[in-house]
């Protein structure tokens, strides 16, 4: 079992043994989380009694499913086996590349250059030279259409192994996406959408040339931070250029020396980021793990800071809504309860679950139906569901005048472009069905309904898929480096583009495809897509699970709730 998935069955995972006639091994169990509302208490079961559980079924409203079936052992120690060997013969390609026996194209320095600091580590390059590259003909393909359901790529060929690519001039048409994040289907060139943002530019003009706090606020900034408000429950909101730097430049202002961030073990790089800018003390716990985030609030309030034990200035908790590479959803009243028990902060990151989760697209809070008071700073993007750009802070009043006068990224980036604002600005109300239209309603149903499908048909194939249920993003493990590059390209070749991710990205034995399901994706589609899966899955053996479908069951037994208020 992998560190990872081992960190999963901590967490509360009922653990089965698989039923289609198979025999078992030690790691043939699938795992799966459901809780359900019920009027009696919970426990775990008893070999997990002695641990430190804060999961309670009743503050759920709604079934919560997540499976991460464990690694198979055979296939865990084959992965194993592969990064060695292609360690190996990369150590022996530097060899001859270090005595001109074969041609050398990375970076490096010069001879006469030896004697200063090095500009380049060889060795810290090493996976890019001898690994990444051997499958990097997957990654940065040029589009030349609108990234939709559908979208044309640009054909291109390398003839040294892919260090560079050369286009043909050929056009690869009609390749159905699934690895774009365009889960309401807005990224399109016609339709309201569309028509706004020409007008907006014929206003505006393309960029404003200046920050918001000197000549680059524009009414149609201030609409699209009220409507974000009202959108989110919450008392303001203020918008960014870049979701990237949402992240990265505010956590900085929120938190600093004194202050103590714990954060999910898998959150996203600008939370990482951001994280340590603000100098602050950083914890981070296992993710989605409610025992783990307890235990370091407990430790934190008894404890307080290191050498000094002063209580800390500021606690804050930072999880995400949908966890990109995870395909899992944050246990969010679990995390509130704790948040409220040791009075804490909570920062949410719903770059991902704004638009894609919820019966009104209001993202993770409104999935469990939640009070959006409840979370001190809600954090999201417009890149995804919205099919534009940047990014936005939502919270009370006295929050987001702070930020205005706090922010880097407020009082330093230029502005965001107003053709933006407005693609945000129509797909909310389209959202919201204060276009006069029940479009936002059906592009909601349209994605679940394709998620639900497209999850389902992919485990009855017997693919091991991670994350939730409800999740659109939907992990599939390829596990051994050689089937990475394998599986994309022949993806392409059936004109499917799909998105494959490989250590450092991942964990080193836990290489997958991620899909993106979208509400524009019709079921032909989908069912034209799963046809090449399955097809590419026998040719690659990639079919590893050993259970036919998830086995329902609660993971609970009714005698006492551990979370007492």
């Known amino acids: ?71 198979p052992l055979l296939v865990a120690v084959l992965t194993y086996m592969g990064y060695g060997i292609l360690t190996i013969f ?3 390609r530097d060899f001859l590349r270090h005595w001109n026996i074969e ?47 559908k979208m044309d790529l640009v054909e291109r060929v390398s003839h040294d192994y892919n260090w560079t690519f050369e286009h043909t001039g050929k056009v690869v048409k009609d390749v159905i996406n699934m690895g774009s994040y365009n889960y309401l289907g807005f990224a399109e060139n016609v339709g309201a959408c569309a028509d706004a ?20 606020n524009l009414d149609v900034h201030e609409e699209m931070e009220q409507l974000v408000a009202r959108f989110l429950g919450v008392e303001s909101s203020m918008a960014f250029g870049m979701g990237f730097a949402t992240n990265s430049m ?32 950083i914890r981070v716990f296992k993710h989605n793990n409610m025992q783990s985030l307890e235990k370091l609030l407990r430790d934190a309030i008894v404890h307080g800071q290191p050498r000094t034990h002063r209580p800390w200035k500021k606690i804050l908790i930072v999880v995400e809504g949908i966890y990109s590479m995870e395909g899992s959803i944050v246990r969010l009243p679990e995390v509130i309860a704790l948040k409220k028990r040791y009075k804490a902060y909570l920062y949410l990151d719903e770059a991902h679950s704004i638009g894609a989760l919820g019966p009104n697209g209001r993202g993770v809070v409104d999935y469990f139906g939640l009070d959006p008071k409840d979370v001190d700073i809600m954090m999201g993007t417009f890149t995804k569901s919205f099919g534009a750009a940047g990014g936005y802070i939502g919270g009370k009043k006295e929050l987001i005048d702070y930020l ?45 309904e394709n998620t639900t499908y497209f999850r389902r048909k992919l485990r009855e194939m017997g693919f091991i898929i991670y994350g939730n249920d409800d999740s659109p993003v939907v992990p599939m493990m390829l ?62 053996q990639l079919k590893y699970s050993r259970c036919e479908q998830p086995l329902p069951s609660l993971g609970w037994m009714a005698e006492e709730s551990l979370l007492q208020d």
């Open 404 to 448: 205005r006068n706090h922010s880097h990224s407020a009082l330093y980036a230029t502005s965001m472009s107003p053709p933006v604002a407005q693609q945000i600005i129509t797909s909310m109300k389209i959202i919201m069905g204060e276009d006069g239209t029940t479009l936002g309603a059906d592009r909601l149903r349209q994605l679940s």
């Open 103 to 149: 041609k050398c194209h990375v970076a490096r320095e010069r001879e006469e250059q030896k004697d200063f600091v090095p500009l380049y580590q060889d060795f810290e390059n090493f996976y890019t030279r001898n690994l990444y590259m051997r499958i990097r003909d997957n990654w940065n393909r040029p589009i030349c259409s609108v990234p939709g359901a």
């Open 250 to 281: 505010n956590i900085p202002a929120l938190t600093g020396k004194g202050c103590l961030i714990l954060s999910d073990e898998l959150n996203h790089a600008s939370l990482v980021l951001g994280a340590r800018l603000s100098a602050s003390t």
């Open 479 to 540: 596990y051994m480096p050689a089937k990475i590059g394998a599986f994309g390209r022949e993806m392409l070749k059936r004109n499917i583009g799909t998105v494959v991710v490989g250590f450092p990205a991942t964990p080193i034995i836990e290489s997958r495809a991620r899909f993106c399901v979208s509400a524009a994706h019709t079921k032909e589609m989908l069912n034209t897509a799963l046809e090449a899966i399955s097809e590419v899955g026998d040719l690659l």
């Open 197 to 216: 943002a020409i007008e907006s530019t014929k206003k505006y003009g393309v960029g404003v040339g200046s920050t918001r706090c000197e000549l680059g």
């Open 90 to 92: 990369g150590y022996l």
């Open 1 to 71: 079992m992998t560190e990872s998935s081992a960190n999963k069955l901590l967490n509360g995972d009922a653990c089965h043994r698989t039923s289609n006639g198979r025999k078992s091994s030690k790691n043939g169990f699938v795992k799966n989380h459901c809780l359900f509302q019920q009027p009696q208490k919970y426990r775990r079961p008893r070999e997990r009694k002695n641990q430190n559980v804060t999961h309670n079924p009743s503050l759920y409203k709604k079934p919560f499913a997540e499976s991460f079936e464990e690694t």
